[in-house]
């Protein structure tokens, strides 16, 4: 009679054997890789923006504080996009005719507003609030990165919510002095460790509570 | 024991006396043209319920679980009681299989491969209905502790984490036990197949087996040892389906009683299909030679036991509520006789506990018609036992100002009888492509009883 | 695109750029939905966006004023709380007052002027005005109708006043359908003229009810709950005495009750009154009824202060006996010049009002805010002679059954949108300011009637001011900022009046006739009606009956025996050649041969929610503002009955101590002491955080209004689910307010007792939760994380209190009932909390996001929250107090206080849930002679 197979059928036995038990565990595995990278977390992605605004030129070289725009930072949980006025304050002086601001114009003469996308975001069920954060010593490059340094805006960081517990596990090692809270240049100094703890008992942020559930969702 | 009946063997007729009759026998209903007439019928009554079944699972997942009569106080309802239910009937014929193999009960080797199969579909069937039952069954994987960038992990104390791996692992073992049994059956119809492609396609499956000793050695050794290692995992799985319920502080369920007596249960049942399978397919395929009435009077004998247990632990039941001497307690078993549900309740003892007794009688015992008959209403009487057990706890507890009643809707009904055509499909498209009787250990128990 | 191959020949550098670019496209097509911002193109002044700000402003309720606080959040109001500077008030709501924000948003509010069912215009409706009934300034308006509401705002009233200048001939009709003629009367009797008589239950020593609800719905509800909770728990517990024809809320607090037929109450007023020297002549009393008037007339000698209050549906001659007994026994009542200044009484203008209308007298009619043709008896008829009319406009919020009748609908703005003012019953002043611009094209009364007067065009703003000036003083602009931001004009509360009430003289009682006496008092729900609409306020649980979505009528076991009814058959009502299908409510309690409806359900044009709900009780009454009927034959039949109620048992099967411990007040401490919870588990205590939040409710001081269940309904998003969701049991309030029926010695008596989220130290929830979204904080709530929520309902079904809710639906998103998730519903939303999806398990939170908002602010000025800083919605809204909420682990804290209280006990303590809310058991005073 006949073979029915020929000798290749048992190599092919034995991959298909290993590759049951393989091919799952690297499914995950990869997933999860992906899933982590900057392609999921939308993390260094620049947005076309109606305006090209650089944060580089306005904080980094004209030194313009971060409040002077974003002014609900100190108060609210939603630190603000400033209205076209804000811009005009300046813009009705310089560059006046810049074809770039365009659309600022437009927006003040037909009083409609600048349709900005979004770049750094969390999901809402998130309530996420700057004021606090500001209040006790997380600088605005801790979760936005080098802002002043950014020709076009991105996120420099991946706000999951594992990278939010990253802090809210040790505050220490982020806290800055208040005074350096709004300086886009401010770096971790060498002793942070000590300094960070520090600051952890002087604002008074009671870490045992901080990765509650209830902190971030309601 | 009783001496052996028709002259030759006890627990196989004339019609398989010789290995080729029985290999001829047992792989006919894959490889020969027998009338087809009556698996059609059945087929497409099976299809109909199937396709019923998948239709109220779409509808389900479409519109929400509103569409059951599950509420803001009974919130499990029908899915949770056909799930133990069906987990249930999975869990014996492992039971069956492994325990008889390992107590050398010959009359096992007729009845072990359709009972594993049974299990195999059945348990499968019951990991759907947790899943139906999800509010959002789409993030089901969250129970799996995975890589997350959430920086999160399942709750390890729930029962339902635990439910989670016991499952998964039953089935996924009772797959291997049942294909380590398999694998010579196949060889089988690899070489008795006519048609290449067929022959091919069972080759592939088994394995290149070639029944040299050293295989014989070997599959031998690794089923008896699968064996000795699902006896224990068939009990711990329904224990832990029970401890969903006795992990609770509602009472007539936080009961030390329950993973016992729902591991008897489990058994109970199963027993109950495996007869009304055996008999399905000693009628269908003309197997009266290998399934005989003395394996039906075994059985009933096992139902028997069976049945006298189960009313033993209701009773407990009973007995440590009045003991507790807790309200709660006290007022639930009372509920269970008087309440809105007690019809059902008086069946469950009627169905599980009085009417299996008739199998005291010989005659009843070797009746088929009997044995199928009580097989039913066994399995009638323990689907009862569930859904009460769901009912009467949630819809009666602490508070009375929540005390509320079930009303099932259409949909609640529709998967649970599509489930029962599913099974049916499932087990019909089995018997045409696999062997539903152990070619080899028959012929190794013909061997055994000629030898006596 | 066209270009030309040079265009299109591409060299390193432009390579790159195409390779990065749509590299960023691909990078932004993944993952997350694109998302804009919008900010605004000039910011307006002191808006921080994401900021509640608290508006002071105030509601009408039946033409009274109720002054509230209106939270908004980027210009929403989202949010109603009691204006605490309405002394008159108290600082606590009703659940009228805390859906208003929701009717804001409702679809239905009727968005443009609509002549004949088309829409039409303002312009369109004054042009005609002017040519047509206005111009008649030569006849002086003869043959024009104005029918209103009660009004008791100044400036509308000025407005009137100015409209009938222009107009002498104009014929002013006033009514409300729940009206007040009864307590009219009875001070016209006994003191010559109009009065407001308000009782102060916090002074009283011992109160007698006649057949009064001083604790049911209505414009002095805030006032009287408060003052009584004053008294509630005092050293010296006051002792309450109830005859009454029916179940109420202040029966229900009763130390001693009766139930007896409403004619038997005149009968036990008298008996009263001969105590106290009133020569009344004895009337036959039957063994209970003698006994009670003993009990009673012994207190009220013993008493220092003794009250009397009699109900709206009984005789003028009853009240105007109490009105006497009170100036004998020096009773605590404030006698108030009315604030509502029409002289005439309700029904008799309402009559006079059918009168004139079916006699064609009437040839230009304006209605403004009210509904004739739902609230009289025969509304089709009524519907025809209007329609009769050459000229008809209906001024309202809604376009009602009586607007279907006019030719003219005019939209008014909602409260929360214009600009008035209101008097409380106190007399005191209160201020309208809008919360938001008005969301369509309406306008509101005072500018309407300024309209009619066809006087030169002036916004609402302005006409209250203009009102105002003179009371203003010199400076007027800080006068009104500061009236504004308060609320309330500045000592405006009338000084009380001084009146001796003269001897009553009796007419002969007659026996009560054959036939059961309905007596139609207003829906704890929706009020007379005007309500309908409102979902939150459809889906109120009723008290006694925890209906909803219908308005039962209540039976006696003993009547419903002899018909042959159970709770929820259906029943017909019959009286004369009226017929009405309702529903039976049985209730123990109810005095045989008495039976007791609400208004304001089977309304026909309400709008999508409220049409079709109930049945429209007003259809048995000759006119249809008598609130008592006799000779009613009922019987079992009509369309098979369904009533939707959200609690099936109200026994306690033995399990008082467990669950609602009640006794009189000498026993409690020691009833309770033997049942002490053991909190010997093997589970050690929560570790001491600055704070553990704990809540305390008084089941002594829940008088059952459910202000709380729709303030947390306000507060947290909570969805409604419908009558039929209801009927298979899901309703989705996080607050529920359980009603238990207790056989005690001396009859039977009830208890609230409002259930939210235990937050459990050993929470039952947490561990079965496989995915671990029910999880504790640190503070010691027991917190659920919607997000992480995959539905398994293990947590629920493992709750021992079954207090948590599931979406069994979308029923925030698509599935809800009737209007709500329309786009303005959602504007309602509060934007600190999730909308809950399908398939996800809720429940009370203790308010997180306030007590996260109080955090935040104490960190930043790095301190710890100070007790009373935070307050869930129930509390706040509490008019008697009953819900005390704070840190536990603050020794000085209101609750670390009360949890020493020898009445405190906590839910089923034998299963050592350790719950966070706990409870003060209810007590009685038992009367003099009577022990517990």
Redesign the interface.
Known sequence: MAQ??RPG??TV?RTVMVAIIAVPILA?VLT?AL??S?????Q????NQPVPFSHEHHVGRLGLDCRYCH??VE????A??????TCMTCHSQIWTTAAMLEPVRQ??AQ????????VN?V???V?F?H??HV??GVGCTTCHGPIGRMPLTYRGE?L????C?SCHRHPGSFVRPRDQVFNPDWQVPEDQDRAGAALVRQ??I?T??LT????C?? | MSATIDGASRWLGPGAQSSEQITALISAPILERLSWRNWWIAFLAASALTVIMWISAIYLLAEGIGVWGVNSVIVWGFAIANYVWWIGIGNAGTLISALLLLTHQQWRSSLNRFAETMTLFAASIAGLFPIFHLGRPYVLYWIVPYPNRMGLWPQWRSALVWDFWAISVYILFSFLFWYAGLIPDLAVLRDRARNPTTRRIYGAFALGWRGSARHWDIQQRMYRAMAAIAVPMVCLVHSIVALDFAASLMPGWQETIFPPYFVVGALYSGFGIVVILAASLRWGFGFESLITREHFEVIARVLLAAATVMGISYAAEWFTAWYSNDAADVSQVIYQFTGTYWPMYLGQLLFNCIIPQVFWWPAARRSITAVVVVSVIINIGMWFERILIVWNTLGHGHMPSAWRIFLPTFWDWSLLFGSLGFFAFLFLLFTRVLPAVSIHEVNLLRHEEQKA | MNRTPAELHTNRRRALQLLSSSLAIALTRCGEPREEIVPYVEMPERLVPGIPVRYATALPMAGYGRGVLGITIDGRPIKLEGNPRDEFGGGGTDIFAESAVLSLYDPDRSRIPIKDGIVASWEQFSGEWANGPGAGTANGGAGMALVTGRITSPTMLAGITALKMRYPELRQYRYEAAHDDAPRLGAQRAFGRNLDVIPHLGQADVIVVLDADPLGPGPNFLHNANEFSLRRNSQQPQRIHVAESGLTLMGAMADRRIAVRPQRIAQIARALASGFGVNTGAPGLSPSETAFVQTAAADLKQAGRGLILAGETQSGSVHALAHFLNSQLHAPVDLLNPADPEEQNHAASFSAFLRDVESGQIRSLIILDANPVYDSADSRQLAKAIAAIPFSVHCGCYANETADACRWHLPLSHPLESWGDLKSPGGATLLMQPLIRTLYDTRSSAELLNLLTMAAPMGARDLVRANWMPSGGSDFEQWWRQSLTAGVVPNSAPAPVSATAAMPSFETVQDPPQGVTLSLVPSPSVWDGRYANNAWLQECPAPFTKEVWGNAVQLSPEDAARIGVGFGDAIILRRGYSEIEAVAAVLKGQPQGAARAFLGQGRWRAGDIGNGIGVRMTALCPTGLERQIDGISIRAGGKTGLIHTTQYHTKLEGRDEDIFPLAASAQIASRLAQLKPDTGGIVPPLPADPYAWAMVIDNNLCIGCNACVIACQAENNVAVVGPDEVDLGRDMHWLRVDVYELDEADGLRRGFQPVPCMHCETAPCEPVCPVAASVHDHEGLNVQVYNRCIGTRFCESNCPYKVRRFNFFGYSRGQEYGNLGQPPVRAQHNPNVSVRGRGVMEKCTYCVQRISAARKNAEKEDRLIRDGEVKPACAVACPTHAIQFGNRNDANSAVAQLQHDPRHFSLLAHLDTRPRTTYLAKVWNPPAGQTG
């Not at chain 1, 260094?44 to 947005?47: D, G, P, R």
Request: proline share 9%; net charge positive.
């Open positions: 029915l197979f059928a048992n036995a995950i999860f899933w982590e900057p392609y999921a977390t939308s260094f992605v620049t947005q002014t609900g108060q609210a949980a939603f603000g996009l400033p209205p076209t006025h927006s003040l009083n409609q507003p600048i349709r900005w996308v979004r975001r999901p809402d069920y309530y609030d004021s606090i209040a006790k991946p999951t919510m594992g990278w517990l604002y008074m009671d045992s509570g509650d559930c209830s902190r969702h309601r």
